[in-house]
């Protein structure tokens, strides 16, 4: 998992590529024009289509090439309606551990005796897995998917996994802390996971005048993580739950991650402002929209 920066005084930070169970969109996408081939159009486009099968082969020859490492499960739990935590024990598994070296980072894991992997960023921090000797993760029960496998699995039970992948979050992009006062973090369902790792991973939050995590889900049983909010906050970061279906106890924001943010900004100095965008698409799309439009550059 990378992170996609640019040069410019304010950043958005996003990850890619876009994973599962913490899809991830780059903050601004290039629109495409479809339009008919006709026939002298055909041969360059059999071309291209020809170089793309060759493509996805030498991607599917590359994939081949992975090294697995068994390592058990845990500990498994509910941490949300449809959200699981999963713990993977890695202690015997020192190159792995080892592998993970930023938040941000993700991997490929495997179940016994299903071939297709699931894409999976790590929630914990690095220093976690340092020390307990484990990766600890946030994932979405999908009908049909490696990800229900995984969910259905038990304590001890083994799984295969690849080493960390991507750069992850390269926060010395919006260091140091002073210059870049406010960050804005935008997460829905369980793009939460590596958000997770961002914070306790720690970024100077308590340096910055303005961190703020604008936090979307359904309601409050798919908000994953309300047990570490306290902790969070402690740490710097301003919790800004959004519900798009809340109850009618609910007193806090309501609607969509983008909307609560655009009646909100508040962005007092653009060249000073880093975000950073985990989840829906189009809400990674809208956000970065207001941003732009608000002079914080991509």
């Given at each position: 998992?990378?992170v996609?920066?640019?040069?410019?005084p304010?950043?958005?930070?996003?990850?890619?590529?876009p994973?599962?169970?913490?899809?991830?969109?780059?903050?601004?996408?290039?629109?495409?024009i479809?339009?008919?081939l006709?026939?002298?159009?055909?041969?360059t486009?059999?071309?291209?289509?020809?170089?793309?099968?060759?493509?996805?082969v030498?991607a599917?020859?590359?994939?081949?090439?992975?090294?697995?490492?068994?390592?058990p499960?845990?500990e498994?739990?509910?941490?949300?309606?449809?959200?699981?935590h999963?713990?993977?024990?890695?202690?015997?598994?020192?190159?792995?551990?080892?592998?993970?070296?930023?938040?941000?980072?993700?991997?490929?894991?495997?179940?016994?005796?299903?071939?297709?992997?699931?894409?999976?960023?790590?929630?914990?921090?690095?220093s976690?897995?340092?020390?307990?000797?484990?990766?600890?993760?946030?994932v979405?029960?999908?009908?049909g998917?490696?990800?229900?496998?995984?969910?259905g699995?038990?304590?001890?039970?083994?799984?295969?996994?690849?080493?960390?992948?991507?750069?992850?979050?390269?926060?010395?992009?919006?260091?140091?802390?002073?210059?870049?006062?406010?960050?804005?973090?935008?997460?829905?369902?369980?793009?939460?996971?590596?958000?997770?790792s961002?914070?306790e991973?720690?970024f100077?939050?308590?340096?910055?005048?303005?961190?703020?995590?604008?936090?979307?889900?359904?309601?409050?049983?798919r908000?994953?993580?309300?047990?570490?909010?306290?902790?969070?906050?402690?740490?710097?970061?301003?919790?800004?739950?959004?519900l798009?279906?809340?109850?009618?106890?609910?007193t806090?924001?309501?609607?969509?991650?983008?909307?609560a943010?655009?009646?909100?900004?508040?962005?007092?100095?653009?060249?000073?402002?880093?975000?950073?965008?985990?989840?829906?698409?189009?809400?990674?799309?809208?956000?970065?929209?207001?941003?732009?439009?608000?002079?914080v550059?991509?």
């Amino acid at each position: 998992m990378s992170v996609k920066l640019s040069p410019s005084p304010s950043t958005l930070l996003s990850l890619a590529p876009p994973l599962p169970h913490a899809h991830l969109s780059p903050p601004l996408v290039s629109m495409s024009i479809l339009r008919r081939l006709g026939p002298k159009h055909l041969t360059t486009h059999l071309r291209h289509h020809n170089r793309r099968r060759l493509a996805t082969v030498a991607a599917a020859v590359r994939q081949d090439t992975t090294v697995w490492t068994q390592a058990p499960l845990s500990e498994i739990e509910p941490a949300a309606e449809s959200l699981f935590h999963v713990s993977i024990d890695v202690s015997d598994s020192a190159d792995i551990a080892a592998s993970y070296t930023c938040a941000g980072q993700y991997l490929q894991l495997r179940v016994p005796e299903v071939e297709k992997p699931s894409f999976l960023a790590i929630a914990s921090p690095p220093s976690y897995a340092a020390e307990k000797g484990a990766f600890e993760f946030l994932v979405k029960s999908v009908a049909g998917s490696t990800a229900e496998l995984l969910c259905g699995l038990k304590r001890g039970d083994l799984v295969e996994l690849s080493q960390a992948m991507g750069r992850g979050f390269e926060i010395d992009q919006i260091e140091p802390a002073e210059k870049y006062p406010t960050v804005l973090i935008f997460a829905t369902g369980s793009g939460i996971s590596p958000i997770r790792s961002l914070i306790e991973s720690g970024f100077s939050a308590d340096k910055r005048s303005d961190v703020r995590l604008y936090y979307g889900a359904r309601n409050l049983k798919r908000m994953a993580y309300q047990d570490r909010f306290k902790h969070w906050e402690s740490s710097g970061v301003k919790i800004v739950p959004v519900l798009s279906q809340p109850d009618g106890s609910w007193t806090g924001e309501s609607g969509y991650v983008q909307a609560a943010f655009a009646r909100a900004k508040q962005i007092h100095s653009p060249t000073g402002t880093g975000a950073v965008l985990c989840g829906q698409k189009q809400m990674t799309e809208e956000v970065a929209s207001i941003l732009v439009s608000d002079g914080v550059s991509s």
